[in-house]
């Protein structure tokens, strides 16, 4: 709906007065937003003008605005009320620039004729939004922030003014204000000021924005911001942390993130806004986050300034900086950090050491009273704890102290101080330093390495040119120094510092004295000063004090035992070895007890003389004697020595320092194979080593002079040299006996000649196992050999507890064996067992005693582990174990006492355990009983089945478990059995006793045969009711008798409920009629009638 011309007159007149009937006047209610003067503004108790402030004046100030819009500014009201109509332009023209009562009346002529066309609504709604925003500053200049929500309702009553009424609309044009502001503040003043935080505070309540705007008005004034500046500004030059633009963004950015975070932004959303202002700038995030920083710290360094200045006044507190960072958003460690540098720089500052001047003298340096009760204090303000505290201290203190305490020490090494005098000016120096007590030893030890550093570092100066004369002099220089370190240290009473090399000379610690030497620096050093020691020496031998202080130079260097003895052997050495070489050619050429003694005296000499150790000597002299020992070994008669060289070689292991255990390596090298050969000749023959020659062989051992244990080793290599060819003859009769010609020349890859071939005959020994093999005595000699010789070993493998003693559990070993050896494979090495094996089972009287005890060392000189024997034993008791019970059975129907007595006899000849010899009994028997059910079932009659039956009950077998008699076939034994009783009477509802015979005998459920058995009864009076009618249809009603009497008898168990299905009734009745008619003579007459009851029931004819 649009409103005439006349329309907007007569509302225009009826708001004039007075005369003034076409001037408009605003409001009152905002005549204070809209003056013409503004050359001033409201005060907003800052200390300067805000930029933000000066920014919306310039803003509100734009000459560039349109007249139509300037007259919606002066009028609001009336563009309000005349956006409801069509004005016409001469009106708005009019009314705009001429509102006077004299030109009123043009005014309303050209109402009247309208003739200079008309202004639509959506114009006006236009010019409006244009002229809000300028207004929504005028009042935040107009009112100020002081009051934040009273300048807020101005602001609302501006949207009401204007007629606003999208709030979306108005909160953008507000956010628009704010960004002008913000710019403002950037833009005026690059250097940011904390009271700018609360001015933007105050300006988003004054302007109700939510988050939301608040993110959209700061993105939107960096983008300005960025646009505008890199305008004159080369972006290169923004990386320049001096210059003015650099410094306003980074302004732009510390506001920006105070902004976000007080407004109490998620993370989600803080990162999303500052990202957008960061990306505004073409930074990232992280580098934003870093300007934020720039701009915090110099903040929070200026208060902690201002808490050192006025520490002690009360006006400062851990709460007050508390505060601080949290306007400023600072972290917890940069905080800390800060807080570390402000004490740090009050340290030094209470020291007199300032960075500006350099202080000459720094001995003066020191805290004057009161000082540690300050730092306390300030220490508890900024949250630092006794150790960060007392380590800035020690940080700025310490290089102090080091510097007294070097100068007195080296006073000391020059002889111008006591050990007394410099402890206590070093103590004192400590205490005005305030360094804790606890720290003295770390900074007497860093000083006592400082000063023994310098002499050692000036001898490898010296060392890398060879100047011996200057290493050896600066090397004594240091052991001095050394000797008054440790007088200073005893004052101190502290017992870690008694063992001086291993505290300061430690080489792997690179603090130590000695740290910064290198491995090989350090150990030329020490051999230098060595053989400069024995230079000068005055009769060319090494003293006992010369010793000792070469000693203390190894312990001052660092250098280990190992790596001295390596530096002794080079220097020293070669006297030695000329004094063992000597004496190995004297003494092995022609040997008397007198050389043996100056010998002697020679290397003893040596050794006296260099100070060398026996380790180094038995070293040396281990090599000689090896050779002395090849040199004897050539001379003796049949390679064994005689007394006097015996004799020769015992006094070169005296003055070569050897233990008897050094010389088994050398004379087992040289004299073995003559000990070797010995035994071969003492076994003869026969293979067996007589007792006297036993002896023999023990006194041969000493005297070529090799230890018991390798001499084992020898008696074994002689042993198996003569078993292999036993076992290997053993073998070949085995092969030649069991293979045929063919298969013989197969196996050992040669033609055979036709004597050496199996008989062919089949084997006809006892029980099946019996075989034409005659090897029994060769194999009984292999094990004499092995038994008589002793080569078996008893090793412990564990202990047990016998008769509560702990006892140990001991273990046969073979450690020579016929499989270990080569001489034969696995397969007749379990061939050649299962044949003894047998052969003793055959074997009767003594002779069978004899095999049996000497099985398991015959499977053991095999080769043969014991679970293999016990296996190949198995194997064997089970086909002996299966051919006699299967005979005996056969033969009795059972094993009788007499049977079993044989079987364990059995057990005893085969080596198997009680254990096994009733698992193999239950295996025979459940294998022939397997066999005997399998025929009966072929064929099965009552009586077989019973006869089995009782067989297996007397035996102690259960049908299931132990003869392994399925399921089905227990169930078919069971109706086999009963159903041949039913039809002959013998089993009846009065006499069930057999039923229950038979489902204990087959170890049957009861509830399980019932099933069955009612089943069987069922199923039998179908079949009988089957054949009863058929015969019925053929008219022989004497052949329906006996089937018409198994009706009645099976419906005598179920009470007459058979479930029959009679063809029809009459047939039912015949059936009862024929029954009916039968002579019941010598029957009782109840019996009788009970029975037809029940064939009625099962005819059903009666129910």
């Given at each position: 709906?649009k409103?005439?011309?006349?329309t907007?007159?007569?509302l225009?007149?009826?708001?004039?007065k007075n005369?003034?009937?076409?001037?408009v006047k605003?409001p009152?209610?905002?005549?204070q937003i809209h003056?013409?003067?503004?050359?001033?503004?409201s005060?907003?108790n800052?200390a300067?003008?805000?930029?933000?402030?000066?920014?919306?004046q310039?803003?509100?100030d734009?000459?560039t605005?349109?007249?139509l819009?300037k007259?919606?500014?002066?009028?609001p009201?009336?563009?309000?009320?005349?956006?409801y109509?069509?004005?016409?332009?001469s009106?708005?023209?009019?009314f705009?620039?001429?509102p006077?009562r004299?030109?009123?009346?043009h005014?309303?002529?050209a109402l009247v004729?309208?003739v200079a066309?008309a202004i639509?609504?959506s114009k006006?709604d236009s010019v409006?939004?244009?002229a809000?925003?300028p207004?929504?500053a005028?009042?935040?200049l107009d009112?100020?922030?002081?009051?934040p929500?009273t300048?807020a309702?101005?602001v609302k009553e501006?949207?009401?003014?204007?007629?606003i009424?999208?709030d979306?609309?108005f909160?953008c044009?507000c956010?628009?204000v704010?960004?002008?502001?913000f710019?403002?503040?950037v833009?005026f003043n690059?250097?940011?000021?904390?009271?700018?935080?609360k001015?933007l505070t105050?300006?988003?309540?004054?302007l109700?924005?939510?988050n939301?705007q608040?993110?959209?008005?700061?993105?939107?004034a960096?983008?300005e911001?960025?646009?505008?500046?890199?305008l004159?500004t080369?972006?290169?030059?923004l990386?320049?942390?001096?210059?003015?633009?650099r410094?306003?963004?980074d302004?732009?950015?510390?506001?920006t993130e105070r902004a976000l975070t007080?407004?109490?932004?998620?993370?989600?959303?803080f990162?999303?806004?500052?990202?957008?202002?960061a990306?505004?700038?073409?930074?990232t995030?992280p580098?934003?986050?870093?300007r934020?920083a720039?701009?915090q710290?110099p903040f929070?360094?200026?208060?902690l300034?201002?808490?050192?200045t006025?520490?002690g006044t009360n006006s400062?507190?851990?709460?007050?900086?508390e505060r601080a960072?949290?306007?400023?958003?600072?972290?917890?460690?940069?905080a800390?950090?800060?807080?570390?540098?402000?004490?740090?720089?009050?340290?030094?500052e209470?020291?007199?050491?300032?960075?500006d001047?350099?202080?000459?003298?720094m001995?003066?340096?020191?805290f004057?009273?009161g000082a540690?009760?300050?730092?306390?204090?300030l220490?508890e303000v900024?949250?630092l704890?006794?150790?960060?505290?007392?380590y800035?201290?020690?940080?700025?203190?310490t290089p102090?102290?080091?510097?007294t305490?070097?100068e007195a020490?080296?006073?000391v090494l020059?002889g111008?101080?006591?050990p007394?005098?410099?402890?206590e000016q070093v103590e004192?120096?400590?205490?005005?330093?305030?360094?804790?007590?606890?720290?003295s030893?770390d900074?007497?030890a860093s000083?006592?390495?400082q000063a023994?550093?310098?002499p050692?570092?000036?001898t490898?100066k010296?060392?890398?040119?060879n100047n011996e004369?200057?290493?050896?002099?600066?090397i004594l220089?240091?052991l001095?120094?050394k000797q008054a370190?440790?007088?200073i240290?005893?004052?101190s009473?502290?017992?870690?510092?008694?063992?001086?090399?291993?505290t300061?000379?430690?080489?792997?610690?690179?603090h130590?004295?000695n740290?910064?030497?290198?491995s090989?620096?350090?150990?030329?050093?020490y051999?230098?000063f060595?053989?400069?020691?024995?230079r000068?020496?005055?009769?060319g031998?090494?003293?006992?004090?010369m010793f000792a202080?070469m000693?203390?130079v190894?312990?001052?260097l660092?250098i280990?035992?190992?790596?001295?003895?390596?530096?002794?052997r080079?220097t020293f050495g070669p006297?030695l070895?000329?004094a063992?070489?000597?004496?190995?050619n004297?003494i092995t050429a022609?040997?008397?007890?007198?050389?043996?003694?100056?010998m002697?005296?020679d290397?003893?000499?040596a050794v006296?003389t260099y100070?060398l150790?026996?380790?180094f000597v038995r070293?040396?002299g281990?090599?000689y004697?090896a050779?002395?020992?090849s040199v004897?070994?050539?001379?003796?008669?049949?390679g064994i020595p005689t007394?006097?060289?015996?004799?020769a070689?015992?006094s070169?292991?005296e003055?070569?320092?050897l233990?008897?255990?050094?010389?088994?390596?050398?004379h087992?090298e040289?004299?073995?194979?003559v000990y070797?050969?010995?035994i071969?000749?003492?076994m003869g023959?026969?293979?067996?080593?007589r007792?006297?020659?036993k002896?023999?062989l023990?006194?041969?051992r000493?005297?070529l002079g090799v230890?018991?244990e390798d001499t084992?080793q020898?008696?074994?290599e002689?042993?198996e040299e003569?078993?292999?060819?036993?076992?290997e003859?053993i073998n070949s009769?085995?092969?030649?006996?069991?293979?045929s010609?063919?298969?013989?020349?197969?196996r050992?890859?040669?033609d055979?000649g036709?004597?050496m071939?199996?008989?062919?005959k089949?084997?006809d020994g006892v029980?099946?196992v019996?075989?034409?093999v005659?090897?029994?005595?060769d194999?009984?000699?292999l094990?004499?050999?092995?038994?008589?010789?002793e080569i078996?070993?008893e090793?412990e493998?564990?202990?047990?507890?016998?008769?509560g003693e702990t006892?140990?559990?001991?273990e046969t070993?073979y450690?020579?064996t016929?499989?270990g050896?080569?001489a034969?494979?696995?397969?007749?090495a379990?061939?050649?067992y299962?044949q003894?094996?047998?052969?003793?089972f055959?074997?009767?009287?003594?002779q069978a005693?004899?095999?049996?005890?000497?099985r398991?060392?015959?499977?053991?000189?095999l080769?043969?582990?014991?679970e293999?024997m016990?296996?190949?034993n198995?194997?064997?008791?089970?086909t002996v174990?299966d051919?006699f019970v299967?005979?005996?059975?056969a033969?009795?129907g059972?094993?009788?006492q007499?049977?079993?007595?044989?079987?364990a006899?059995?057990q005893?000849k085969?080596g198997?355990s009680?254990?096994?010899?009733?698992?193999l009994?239950m295996?025979?028997?459940?294998?022939?009983?397997?066999?005997?059910?399998?025929?009966i079932?072929?064929?099965?009659t009552p009586e077989?089945m019973k006869a089995?039956?009782?067989k297996?009950?007397?035996?102690g077998m259960?049908?299931a478990e132990d003869?392994?008699?399925?399921?089905?076939r227990?169930i078919?034994m069971?109706?086999s059995?009963i159903?041949?009783g039913l039809?002959?009477?013998e089993?009846t509802?009065?006499n069930?006793?057999?039923?229950?015979e038979?489902?204990?005998?087959l170890?049957?459920?009861?509830?399980?045969c019932?099933?069955m058995f009612e089943a069987t009864?069922l199923?039998?009076s179908k079949?009988a009711?089957g054949l009863?009618?058929?015969?019925l249809?053929?008219?022989r009603d004497d052949?329906?008798?006996?089937?018409?009497?198994?009706?009645v008898?099976y419906?005598?168990f179920?009470?007459g409920?058979?479930?029959l299905e009679?063809?029809d009734e009459a047939?039912?009745?015949?059936?009862?009629n024929i029954?009916?008619?039968?002579d019941f003579s010598?029957i009782?007459?109840?019996?009788?009638?009970e029975?037809?009851?029940?064939l009625?029931v099962?005819?059903a004819l009666e129910?």
């Amino acid at each position: 709906m649009k409103f005439t011309s006349l329309t907007v007159v007569a509302l225009l007149l009826a708001e004039s007065k007075n005369g003034d009937a076409f001037t408009v006047k605003q409001p009152m209610s905002v005549s204070q937003i809209h003056q013409n003067s503004r050359s001033t503004l409201s005060p907003l108790n800052f200390a300067e003008i805000s930029g933000g402030m000066e920014e919306l004046q310039e803003y509100t100030d734009a000459k560039t605005v349109s007249p139509l819009e300037k007259q919606v500014r002066k009028s609001p009201s009336f563009w309000k009320l005349a956006g409801y109509a069509t004005v016409p332009v001469s009106a708005a023209l009019g009314f705009g620039l001429v509102p006077s009562r004299r030109l009123a009346a043009h005014a309303a002529g050209a109402l009247v004729t309208g003739v200079a066309g008309a202004i639509g609504k959506s114009k006006l709604d236009s010019v409006a939004e244009v002229a809000t925003p300028p207004a929504i500053a005028q009042a935040i200049l107009d009112h100020g922030l002081d009051d934040p929500l009273t300048t807020a309702g101005y602001v609302k009553e501006v949207q009401n003014v204007f007629g606003i009424v999208d709030d979306e609309e108005f909160e953008c044009m507000c956010s628009d204000v704010y960004s002008k502001y913000f710019l403002g503040m950037v833009k005026f003043n690059p250097i940011a000021k904390t009271s700018e935080l609360k001015e933007l505070t105050k300006l988003r309540q004054a302007l109700s924005l939510s988050n939301l705007q608040v993110g959209e008005a700061h993105s939107a004034a960096a983008a300005e911001w960025f646009r505008q500046t890199c305008l004159f500004t080369p972006e290169e030059d923004l990386d320049d942390p001096d210059h003015p633009d650099r410094q306003a963004m980074d302004k732009l950015f510390f506001l920006t993130e105070r902004a976000l975070t007080q407004g109490g932004e998620t993370p989600e959303a803080f990162q999303f806004e500052m990202t957008r202002v960061a990306t505004a700038m073409k930074l990232t995030l992280p580098e934003a986050m870093e300007r934020v920083a720039d701009v915090q710290e110099p903040f929070y360094a200026r208060a902690l300034k201002s808490t050192r200045t006025k520490l002690g006044t009360n006006s400062v507190s851990g709460s007050t900086l508390e505060r601080a960072r949290e306007t400023l958003g600072l972290d917890e460690q940069t905080a800390f950090d800060m807080h570390i540098t402000a004490f740090n720089e009050e340290v030094k500052e209470l020291l007199g050491l300032s960075e500006d001047e350099e202080v000459e003298d720094m001995s003066s340096a020191k805290f004057s009273e009161g000082a540690q009760a300050r730092l306390d204090q300030l220490a508890e303000v900024l949250g630092l704890t006794p150790e960060d505290a007392t380590y800035e201290i020690a940080a700025e203190a310490t290089p102090l102290y080091q510097a007294t305490a070097l100068e007195a020490i080296q006073g000391v090494l020059a002889g111008q101080g006591t050990p007394d005098s410099t402890w206590e000016q070093v103590e004192a120096r400590r205490e005005e330093l305030l360094l804790p007590e606890s720290k003295s030893k770390d900074l007497i030890a860093s000083m006592v390495m400082q000063a023994l550093g310098g002499p050692l570092e000036q001898t490898n100066k010296f060392a890398k040119v060879n100047n011996e004369v200057a290493v050896y002099d600066n090397i004594l220089e240091a052991l001095e120094a050394k000797q008054a370190l440790i007088a200073i240290l005893e004052k101190s009473g502290w017992n870690e510092f008694e063992n001086f090399d291993k505290t300061f000379c430690d080489p792997w610690d690179k603090h130590s004295a000695n740290g910064f030497l290198r491995s090989d620096e350090r150990i030329k050093i020490y051999k230098i000063f060595t053989s400069r020691s024995l230079r000068n020496s005055e009769d060319g031998k090494i003293s006992d004090e010369m010793f000792a202080r070469m000693a203390e130079v190894k312990g001052l260097l660092g250098i280990s035992d190992d790596q001295a003895e390596v530096e002794s052997r080079a220097t020293f050495g070669p006297e030695l070895q000329k004094a063992c070489v000597r004496a190995l050619n004297e003494i092995t050429a022609d040997y008397t007890p007198e050389l043996a003694k100056n010998m002697k005296k020679d290397i003893d000499a040596a050794v006296e003389t260099y100070k060398l150790t026996d380790h180094f000597v038995r070293e040396q002299g281990a090599s000689y004697y090896a050779k002395a020992v090849s040199v004897i070994s050539e001379k003796s008669p049949g390679g064994i020595p005689t007394k006097e060289m015996n004799e020769a070689l015992e006094s070169l292991q005296e003055m070569y320092r050897l233990e008897k255990e050094d010389t088994y390596p050398s004379h087992m090298e040289h004299f073995g194979t003559v000990y070797r050969k010995s035994i071969v000749e003492a076994m003869g023959s026969t293979g067996i080593i007589r007792p006297d020659l036993k002896d023999a062989l023990s006194d041969l051992r000493d005297r070529l002079g090799v230890q018991e244990e390798d001499t084992k080793q020898l008696f074994l290599e002689a042993v198996e040299e003569k078993m292999v060819p036993m076992v290997e003859w053993i073998n070949s009769e085995m092969e030649r006996t069991m293979l045929s010609q063919q298969q013989l020349a197969k196996r050992r890859g040669k033609d055979m000649g036709q004597d050496m071939f199996q008989s062919g005959k089949a084997a006809d020994g006892v029980l099946g196992v019996g075989a034409e093999v005659q090897i029994m005595s060769d194999i009984m000699n292999l094990v004499d050999f092995y038994n008589e010789n002793e080569i078996a070993e008893e090793k412990e493998i564990g202990t047990e507890e016998v008769d509560g003693e702990t006892v140990p559990v001991l273990e046969t070993s073979y450690p020579i064996t016929a499989l270990g050896s080569g001489a034969i494979d696995q397969e007749m090495a379990e061939t050649l067992y299962r044949q003894f094996v047998v052969g003793a089972f055959t074997t009767q009287g003594e002779q069978a005693s004899r095999y049996e005890t000497s099985r398991a060392t015959f499977g053991g000189i095999l080769g043969l582990t014991s679970e293999k024997m016990e296996d190949v034993n198995s194997n064997i008791g089970s086909t002996v174990y299966d051919n006699f019970v299967s005979r005996s059975m056969a033969q009795k129907g059972a094993l009788d006492q007499q049977d079993m007595m044989f079987l364990a006899n059995i057990q005893g000849k085969i080596g198997l355990s009680a254990e096994e010899g009733e698992k193999l009994l239950m295996e025979s028997q459940k294998k022939v009983l397997s066999e005997e059910i399998n025929s009966i079932m072929d064929d099965p009659t009552p009586e077989s089945m019973k006869a089995f039956r009782e067989k297996c009950n007397m035996m102690g077998m259960d049908l299931a478990e132990d003869v392994g008699i399925s399921k089905p076939r227990l169930i078919r034994m069971f109706e086999s059995e009963i159903i041949p009783g039913l039809k002959a009477g013998e089993i009846t509802a009065e006499n069930s006793e057999i039923l229950t015979e038979i489902q204990e005998s087959l170890n049957l459920e009861a509830e399980e045969c019932e099933e069955m058995f009612e089943a069987t009864i069922l199923r039998l009076s179908k079949q009988a009711l089957g054949l009863t009618t058929s015969e019925l249809l053929r008219g022989r009603d004497d052949n329906a008798v006996d089937t018409i009497k198994e009706i009645v008898l099976y419906a005598s168990f179920v009470d007459g409920d058979l479930g029959l299905e009679v063809p029809d009734e009459a047939t039912a009745y015949q059936i009862f009629n024929i029954y009916e008619a039968l002579d019941f003579s010598g029957i009782d007459d109840e019996a009788v009638e009970e029975n037809k009851r029940l064939l009625k029931v099962a005819l059903a004819l009666e129910q």
